[in-house]
C-alpha cells in the first residue's frame, strides 16, 4: 500500500478506453513500478485542505492535512495527518513499507493523537470523500496490474492500467474495490485519473487531477477531487506548500 499523495493519481470523468493494449507498450506491472520510482525520495513536509461540497458547490465542512514524507529513507515512510479547521489534531495515519514484507500501519487520534487501531483502509477520512486507501494511493502497490489500454486525458496520453484489490481488502466495511482503473501519464509518470471499481466494472469513486506542477525536478499535484458514485458531494484536496523536511 505504498503512496504518496501526490505523484500520482486522477482527473475528469468517464472516457472511451481500449480494451487491448498495444503489443510495444510496457506491461501493467512495470508501468506501476515506473510510477512508484518516480515518487521524490527527497524527505517533504506537504500541507494544505480538504473542503468538502454539495453538488451546486456549497461547502459542507473544511479539514487540513499534513503529509510527511521520506520514500528514501530505509523503510520508506509516510505520515498522514487530518486537523480541523483550527489546527487541532483530529487523526495521523503512519505507514511504513519493509522490503519484502507487507506495510506496518500505525494509527492516532485526537487532539493528543493517542495510538488505537487502525482503521480499515476502506474506511472514509473525518466526513470526505477519501478513503485511507486513496489518500495514500496503496493500489500503487498491489500486485498483478494489467495493462488495458491507452486513452488520452486532459489531452494527455495515458497507459491504462486494472489493479486487482488484495482479497484481504474485500473483506473491510464501506466501499469495497474489486479493482481500480488508472491513467497513467505516459511521459510524467503521474496517475490523472483512478477509479475504484466493484466486481461489475462499475465506479464506486473516482478521482481526478485537476492541476499539478513541477518542484525541485518533480511533477507534484496541486489540486485534485474524488467523489463517490452515485454523486452527492465531492471534495477537493488543494495543496498549500511542498517544503524540504528539516
Known amino acids: 500500500m505504498k503512496s504518496t499523495i501526490f505523484v500520482a ?8 478506453t ?15 513500478q515506473a510510477v512508484v520510482a518516480a515518487l521524490p525520495t527527497d524527505p517533504l513536509d506537504i500541507s494544505g485542505d480538504l473542503l468538502v461540497r454539495k453538488r451546486r458547490g456549497v461547502p459542507v465542512h ?33 505507514v511504513s513499507h519493509p522490503k519484502d514484507a507487507d506495510e506496518q500501519i500505525e494509527f492516532a487520534v485526537g487532539a493528543a493523537l493517542n495510538p ?15 478513503t485511507w486507501a486513496d489518500l495514500t494511493l496503496s493500489f500503487l502497490w498491489w500486485d498483478n496490474g494489467k495493462r488495458v489500454g491507452s486513452d488520452k486525458v486532459r489531452g494527455r496520453d495515458c497507459y ?22 488508472l491513467w497513467v501519464d505516459k511521459e510524467i509518470l503521474l496517475v490523472l485519473k483512478a477509479e475504484g471499481r466493484d466486481k461489475n466494472a462499475e465506479p464506486i469513486r473516482r478521482m481526478w487531477v485537476r492541476s499539478f506542477k513541477k518542484i525541485n525536478d ?6 485534485m477531487e474524488i467523489q463517490a458514485l452515485p454523486a452527492d458531494q465531492r471534495t477537493k484536496m488543494t495543496i498549500r506548500e511542498v517544503n524540504a523536511a528539516e
Not at 507498450?25 to 512495470?30: Q, S
Not at 481488502?169 to 482503473?181: E, F, I, L, P
Not at 518533480?218 to 489540486?223: L, S
Open 116 to 130: 488505537t487501531t487502525p482503521p480499515p483502509l476502506f474506511a472514509t477520512v473525518q466526513d470526505t470523500e477519501f
Open 62 to 94: 473544511k479539514r487540513k492535512f499534513e503529509i510527511n514524507l521520506n520514500w528514501g529513507a530505509l523503510p520508506p515512510v509516510a505520515e498522514y495527518t487530518i486537523r480541523d479547521g483550527f489546527g487541532t489534531a483530529l487523526e495521523r495515519l503512519r
Open 160 to 181: 491504462i492500467v486494472d489493479v486487482p484489490a488484495p482479497p484481504e481488502n474485500n473483506t473491510t466495511t464501506g466501499a469495497v474495490y474489486d479493482h481500480v482503473r
Open 18 to 32: 481500449s480494451a487491448d493494449a498495444e503489443p510495444d507498450e510496457p506491461d501493467g506491472r512495470r508501468i506501476l
Open 218 to 223: 518533480q511533477w507534484m499535484i496541486k489540486d
Open 9 to 16: 493519481t486522477l482527473i475528469v470523468a468517464a472516457m472511451t
